[in-house]
């Protein structure tokens, strides 16, 4: 069975940090892209962010939103992905996704996590 | 930033009736070896969202015949041919042509 699980969410006051992780089961996940994306409450779907595969240098990128405060990076090793989140707003409080991103026949994502919160407040 | 545009916002749908979700992108999301890059996706309530729809007409693998995308360039749409109770959730399309990836603002389609 195929799993993306995410964890590291909780609550954390405006101005500090917190990192998420995405650990992938049942899945081949060194060769893939990994994104998250982030869905406020009640909100409709946010990209945040890519981290691309070893073989394409494990490039990312960013939305402009949170650019210089957001870094993604990846283990393959622990088929683990990462979102490092500082200087947090009030505004990224939402539940953010892991998602693998599939390039070979289309540009899609197939798999999904089913997603932690992240609740920025004073 | 390519800007995606859904409509409508709500549709209230009955069983066994067709429905149609139309998405509009602000530049044409064909590239030049004719590939539409918008994908749907279904986030059924409570869960995380899934794929329906890949390259603007490919159904992705599980997905019932009864979902059917086309249109090309700026102009994309989902069809229900004949929607059923278990369709009922918010509908995204995405462009995946080129960085940042967008999504539409969703369309809630709910059983009348």
């Known amino acids: 069975e195929v799993q993306l699980v995410e964890s590291g969410g909780g609550l954390v006051q405006p101005g500090g940090s917190l990192k998420l992780s995405c650990a992938a089961s049942?899945?081949?996940?060194?060769?893939?892209?990994i994104h998250w994306v982030r869905q406020a409450s009640g909100k409709g779907l946010e990209w945040v962010g890519r981290i691309r595969s070893k073989a394409d240098s494990y490039a990312t990128a960013y939305a402009a939103s949170v650019k210089g405060r957001f870094t993604i990076s990846r283990d393959d090793s622990k088929n683990t992905a990462y979102l490092q989140m500082s200087s947090l707003k009030t505004e990224d409080t939402a539940v953010y996704y892991c998602?693998?991103?599939?390039?070979?026949?289309?540009?899609?994502?197939?798999?999904w996590g089913q997603g932690t919160l992240v609740t920025v407040s004073p | 930033d390519i800007v995606m545009t859904q409509s409508p916002l709500s549709l209230p749908v009955t069983p066994g009736e067709p429905a149609s979700i139309s998405c509009r992108s602000s530049?044409?999301?064909?590239?030049?070896?004719?590939?539409?890059?918008v994908d749907w996706y279904l986030q059924k309530p409570g869960q995380s969202p899934q794929l329906l729809i890949y390259?603007?007409?490919n159904r992705a693998s599980g997905v019932p015949d009864r979902f059917s995308g086309s249109g090309s360039g700026t102009d994309l749409t989902l069809k229900i041919s004949r929607v059923e109770a278990e369709d009922v959730g918010v509908y995204y399309c995405?462009?995946?042509?080129?960085?940042?990836?967008?999504f539409g603002g969703g369309t809630k389609v709910e059983i009348k």
């Open positions: 995405m462009q995946a042509l080129q960085i940042p990836l967008t």
């Open positions: 530049q044409s999301l064909l590239d030049s070896s004719g590939y539409n890059h």
């Open positions: 390259l603007g007409s």
């Open positions: 998602t693998r991103h599939v390039e070979r026949s289309g540009r899609y994502f197939d798999y």
């Open positions: 049942g899945v081949t996940f060194s060769g893939s892209g």
